[in-house]
């Protein structure tokens, strides 16, 4: 809560000017909107009480107290969505591994024509080639999902 306004403006409750001799609070977040203290829905009791709080925590107008509810509420379900996609992509990569492993040649002990348990060692090459595909997919999923949640801002 600040007393004389050193900033130049209106007070965004009743659009009058804010005073010098007006008491007044200004948005710390996004805005920096000024208010009168008479215009908000705190009675003046609660204010005087919180004046000595508000240099530490600050005060958030009605506005961006919204636009940041709606904010979280985007991050949350993209959170959601990609907690999803990841759980998705586990899963096939874990199929793929098994399918893998069910499919790979039996290792053989000795030297038959060439390494022993090469064909195992190029099918492991192929599931490592393919979950890292699966996580390069799943990781330009979730730049394109947060990139749209991040514009919708």
Request: aromatic share 4%; proline share 3%; charged share 20%.
């Amino acid at each position: 809560m600040e007393r004389g306004c050193q900033d130049e403006g209106e007070c965004s409750g009743c659009l009058n000017a804010i005073g010098k001799s007006d008491t007044y609070l200004k948005c710390d977040v996004l805005c920096a909107s000024l208010i009168h203290v008479e215009c908000t829905p705190v009675p003046n009791e609660v204010h005087k009480a919180l004046t000595k709080y508000l240099s530490v925590v600050g005060y958030v107008c009605e506005e961006c107290r919204s636009s940041m509810k709606a904010t979280h509420y985007r991050l949350y379900t993209a959170v959601n969505v990609l907690t999803e996609e990841l759980a998705k992509q586990r899963a096939e990569v874990e199929q793929l591994q098994l399918k893998d492993i069910n499919h790979s040649p039996p290792m053989t002990t000795g030297l038959q024509g060439g390494d022993a348990g090469g064909d195992g060692a190029n099918t492991t090459r192929e599931a490592n080639h393919r979950e890292a595909w699966c996580l390069l997919n799943l990781l330009s999923t979730s730049k394109y999902l947060l990139t749209n949640v991040a514009s919708e801002m």
